[in-house]
């Protein structure tokens, strides 16, 4: 099984939608964050968090909100999807240390808002 | 601001050539410098960090980066490319400030394409 799975892997929605993606790990890594990826742009950091009561804003947080039901959850929703909203939606995690530990990434979830 | 710069949209090459992808940097203080790849359909894989120490990095699959602090660059390295190495490469960045949080800044990425 995957360390970090994102549910779904798929997603087509409709304009004005309320859409919600899911994060789960298994690493048992505080922290975690939600990426947006999209062509010639690379990864932007949309919110991320340090542990059930720590939320903070990336980038690019307009439009988006979290939720961090437990360490091994984190939870992206779109209150009212727009179709600038499509992209690549990318999990990731990594443990509480230094700054030289890498990030561990989710397989994606490919959102398309018509 | 830190930033991470990937000049190559696209990087083509010839099966068994050397290939290499170009990554500059800008990060107040010592950088912490990570290269990932993505296959179609698939996440992110690590594939090889510099935190300090010696200049050349090994890495999965038989890559390797060379970090050069007067040139601000951490290009990623293959002595002889593989069809299977065609992938979108990204290269990211944290620097001491962000160190805390965790935070990558990514480059825009770069499509390799390996022709047999």
């Known amino acids: 099984d995957a360390d970090v799975t994102q549910t779904p892997r798929n997603r087509i929605t409709k304009t004005g939608k309320r859409i919600m993606l899911e994060c789960s790990q298994t690493?048992?890594?505080?922290?975690m964050y939600w990426y947006r990826q999209d062509p010639g742009l690379g990864l932007r950091l949309i919110y991320y968090s340090f542990d059930v009561k720590d939320i903070n804003k990336g980038e690019i947080s307009d439009g988006y909100s979290v939720s961090r039901q437990a360490q091994a959850k984190f939870s992206l929703s779109l209150e009212s999807a727009i179709p600038n909203q499509t992209a690549l939606y990318f999990c990731?995690?990594?443990?509480?240390?230094?700054?030289?530990?890498?990030?561990?990434f989710g397989q994606g979830t490919r959102l398309t808002v018509v | 601001a830190q930033s991470v710069a990937q000049p190559e949209d696209q990087v083509n090459v010839a099966e068994g050539n050397p290939l290499t992808v170009k990554c500059t940097y800008s990060?107040?203080?010592?950088?912490?410098l990570f290269w990932y790849v993505q296959y179609p359909n698939r996440g992110l894989q690590f594939l090889l960090k510099?935190?300090?120490?010696?200049?050349l990095v090994k890495g999965s699959y038989g890559f390797e980066a060379e970090f050069n602090k007067s040139q601000t660059s951490f290009h990623l390295k293959k002595p002889s490319a593989l069809v299977s190495d065609s992938a979108l490469y990204f290269c990211a960045v944290r620097d001491f400030r962000s160190s805390n949080t965790g935070k990558l800044i990514f480059g825009q990425g770069t499509t390799l394409q390996v022709k047999p």
């Open positions: 990060v107040s203080g010592n950088p912490y």
């Open positions: 510099y935190i300090t120490g010696d200049n």
């Open positions: 690493k048992g890594h505080d922290r």
């Open positions: 990731a995690t990594s443990p509480q240390g230094t700054g030289g530990t890498e990030a561990f």
